[in-house]
T-cell receptor
Framework: SQKIEQNSEALNIQEGKTATLTCNYT??????LQWYRQDPGRGPVFLLL?????KEKRKERLKVTFDTTLKQSLFHITASQPADSATYLC?????????????????FGQGTILTVHP | ETGVTQSPTHLIKTRGQQVTLRCSSQ?????VSWYQQALGQGPQFIFQ???????GRGNFPPRFSGLQFPNYSSELNVNALELDDSALYLC????????????FGQGTRLTVV
């Protein structure tokens, strides 16, 4: 079965620096990969999606890369702010043999708790 | 806010009891998935419903069951509750399509004592 590992359970950085979070997976190559933000006691909120044939995606201060050779995705938050403090989850969607995807059936990593200090 | 609402927000049950959790999907979404999230862990896929039929199941025993209604709202039922069932239960709605994100509700915190 697919195993997903996100780097260190907790990441502490100073305001204004770039936060880099890692998501490594084993086994099959996902059809696509998503990143979510989760605040305490709340459900995950979608941030970015990147497909297996894409190398990089950007959205405002966020950037995601996807390296299928290394089986790794990196998630960057530039010019980080204390409001960015949260748990960040990566999630994979498995491709189906018919060429489709198992949409909505997400396999999540355990999450990385990011704390941005002022 | 995502437009996905779950009820109740918190619940305490005794071991061996049964529980029903409810979810209202976002307007226009025909697929609902349920996840279990233990403290400090990522969400684990329980099952998914599309047009009122189960459309995939994770590694959960049969005492976890569900329903989807014609208006695409959904229920998660858990029988014979065990202490390890204590978790945050998340409902996520999406469109049956490639490459679409899931919209999560705020979750139901279930505590089994």
């Amino acid at each position: 079965s697919q195993k997903i590992e996100q780097n260190s359970e907790a990441l502490n950085i100073q305001e204004g620096k770039t936060a880099t979070l890692t998501c490594n997976y084993t086994n099959y190559s996902p059809a696509y990969l998503q990143w979510y933000r989760q605040d305490p006691g709340r459900g995950p909120v979608f941030l970015l999606l990147i497909r297996e044939n894409e190398k990089e995606k950007r959205k405002e201060r966020l950037k995601v890369t996807f390296d299928t050779t290394l089986k790794q995705s990196l998630f960057h938050i530039t010019a980080s702010q204390p409001a960015d403090s949260a748990t960040y989850l990566c999630a994979l969607v498995r491709p189906r043999r018919d060429g489709g995807t198992s949409y909505g059936k997400l396999t999540f990593g355990q999450g990385t708790i990011l704390t941005v200090h002022p | 806010e995502t437009g996905v609402t779950q009820s109740p927000t918190h619940l305490i049950k005794t071991r061996g009891q049964q529980v029903t959790l409810r979810c209202s999907s976002q307007s226009g979404h025909n697929t609902v998935s349920w996840y279990q999230q233990a403290l400090g862990q990522g969400p684990q896929f329980i099952f998914q419903y599309y047009r009122e039929e189960e459309n995939g199941r994770g590694n959960f025993p049969p005492r976890f069951s569900g329903l989807q209604f014609p208006n695409y709202s959904s229920e998660l039922n858990v029988n014979a509750l065990e202490l390890d069932d204590s978790a945050l239960y998340l409902c996520a709605s999406s469109k049956k399509d490639l490459n679409t994100e899931a919209f999560f509700g705020q979750g139901t915190r279930l505590t089994v004592v």
